[in-house]
């Protein structure tokens, strides 16, 4: 009998054993067989975040993540609507997404709001002021919530001072943006800090899109340039704002690339496309397992340094040939 109970306890523990090791080998098939959740949330149509979310599409394929294979990217835009940016936000929350990726200031404000008692992970992109917006207290340290991302301030002081290598005798400068943007606001505050004593700031601030033409039309006349921050209002009428800028000969320099390449004269820019590769690899670690919170957020790696010689034609400016060399593109 002892002999027996003996062969009956070595039969369980290998019958044990062997259900631990199908359980265990079940739950890792099942964990690389789910498919994740991606929401993707952009605040307007324009190139310059376009380039943003294909940027991060395919490096998110590089990492792995592929469409339809292991991950779904659900990607709304909320056409410049910050209660449309709420809805879409509170949608993924209760789709339950494993991460969220925000683009601009307005979409990760709203995901940052919806996600604070659900706790699903945010990746913010093309933020010019991360802390400034609330999204973030410290660009030095982990957030230890549910966001990390990456930062984008736009170079403005180097912008400016291209401005005034190509214009020596720019003094007066209009600045088009919505006051209602805080990532504007916080460019337009350093500038004029930059500026102080060497440039007068003419502001022209618009609500929305259907604005830019009068805000434009308001600064001919009064100012030796215009300049246009990388606002998200602005720019979705930036062929608007360039037409005028021409016709007025008011030369047009931007914060983003893309509008160089449709007639503004020059920009130090940020790259979008990098951008969008750089919040995937984030994005990326979050599915792997990390979690946000404790991911420090990114500065932006990588800027553009752009002329349409095009554009300085049409505004009889000659480019000077130092500028000329260092560009990273010149549009003929």
Do not use: W
Not at 41 to 60: E, T, Y
Not at 167 to 175: E, Y
């Amino acid at each position: 009998m002892k002999k027996f109970s003996l062969i009956m306890t070595v039969v369980l523990l290998s019958g044990l054993v062997l259900m631990s090791g199908c359980s265990s080998k079940t739950s890792q098939t099942q964990g690389e067989n789910k498919v994740f959740k991606v929401g993707v949330s952009q605040f307007v149509d324009h190139p310059a975040l376009n380039l943003d979310q294909q940027g991060f599409l395919d490096q998110m394929k590089e990492e792995g993540f592929i469409e339809g294979e292991n991950v779904v990217f659900d990607i709304k835009n909320s056409q410049g609507d910050p209660n449309l940016a709420k809805n879409i936000a509170d949608k993924f929350v209760a789709d339950k997404v494993d991460v969220i990726l925000s683009i601009t200031t307005p979409s990760s404000q709203a995901a940052a709001m919806a996600t604070k008692q659900a706790g699903t992970p945010v990746v913010y992109i093309a933020v010019s002021d991360a802390v400034g917006s609330g999204l973030i207290s410290d660009v030095n340290r982990a957030t230890g919530t549910n966001i990390t991302g990456v930062y984008s301030a736009d170079p403005v002081e180097e912008q400016m001072d291209l401005i005034k290598e190509i214009q020596p005798s720019v003094k007066k400068l209009g600045v088009i943006y919505n006051a209602g943007e805080a990532n504007s606001v916080s460019s337009v505050k350093r500038i004029r800090e930059y500026l102080k004593d060497d440039v007068e700031i003419v502001e022209a601030t618009v609500a929305g899109t259907n604005e830019v033409q009068a805000a434009a039309q308001s600064l001919a006349g009064r100012v030796d340039a215009v300049f246009m921050p990388q606002d998200n209002t602005v720019m979705s009428a930036v062929e608007t704002l360039i037409g005028i800028c021409q016709d007025q000969d008011m030369p047009l320099y931007t914060g983003d690339t893309e509008s160089v390449k449709k007639g503004a004269l020059a920009t130090l820019g940020n790259d979008e496309y990098d951008c969008g590769r750089q919040g995937a690899v984030l994005a990326a670690r979050i599915l792997r397992g990390e979690k946000a919170g404790e991911i420090v957020s990114e500065k932006i790696r990588k800027r553009t340094l752009l002329i349409n010689q095009s554009a300085a034609n049409e505004y009889n400016i000659t480019i000077p040939q130092e500028i000329l060399k260092r560009a990273d593109e010149v549009i003929k």
